[in-house]
């Protein structure tokens, strides 16, 4: 009975993030309430406090939903043990970025979060937290790049004209920018299309 009863709270629990995700999506953050996410959750309001203190609190459960996953596979692409004895750190930086383009296309639940987050949240309030954590998350994956650009120098991939740091970092400024308007480009004619593309010109000009 125990079992049973924390699997219907998951259940409710999954209910109210996916209801939250998608009623953002339609009204932006700062509209919606928890009453309007409780009854696009067929749930009462109660049910959505028992799981979530508060909007920001659901909000970051949604936001990890996606993230956490993405973080996971970033470290193995990036930093995991070698394929056959071989490493290429800046292949493996390419294939990174490729794999986000690749689950935003694929991955419907992913790409609605990050059209929440890019286009239907303003950062103030309560959310300003949320942001703060944001930013700390972008540390953790500047740092991660950092790593694999200073084995790329180590091996001879790319030159020492910057650190790893500073190449870490344009990367990421750049990825960024592209996430933001592959996001925008609902209609797929300016960035989707071409993303793949982009991020392969992004690496080509590090090569030594």
């Known amino acids: 009975m125990v079992r049973k009863t924390k699997e219907d709270a998951a259940i409710t629990r999954q209910r109210i993030v996916s209801a939250a995700r998608e009623v953002f999506l339609i009204k932006g953050v700062s509209r919606t309430s928890l009453e309007h996410i409780a009854t696009h959750a067929g749930v009462t309001r109660g049910a959505v406090y028992w799981h979530f203190a508060n909007k920001a609190e659901l909000f970051h459960a949604m936001r990890e939903e996606v993230y956490l996953p993405l973080i996971d596979r970033m470290e193995d692409t990036l930093l995991g043990n070698p394929e056959g004895g071989s490493f ?41 937290d949320v942001l703060k954590s944001i930013l700390g998350n972008c540390s953790g994956l500047i740092h991660k790049l ?63």
């Not at 689950?103 to 950062?123: F, I, N, P, Q, S």
């Not at 650009?149 to 030159?159: D, L, S």
């Not at 004209?161 to 480009?185: C, I, P, R, Y």
């Open 88 to 128: 290429d750190p800046l292949g493996r930086i390419r294939k990174h970025l490729e794999n986000t383009i690749q689950m935003l296309d694929e991955d419907l639940t992913a790409r609605e979060t990050y059209e929440v987050m890019m286009t239907k949240c303003e950062y103030v309030d309560e959310f300003a």
């Open 146 to 208: 950092e790593q694999a650009y200073a084995k790329a120098q180590e091996m001879g991939q790319v030159g020492t004209q910057a650190t790893a740091g500073e190449l870490a970092l344009d990367t990421h400024l750049f990825f960024s920018g592209l996430l933001h308007m592959w996001v925008k480009d609902t209609e797929g004619t300016l960035f989707r299309h071409n993303a793949l593309q982009l991020i392969d010109t992004h690496i080509k000009l590090r090569k030594k």
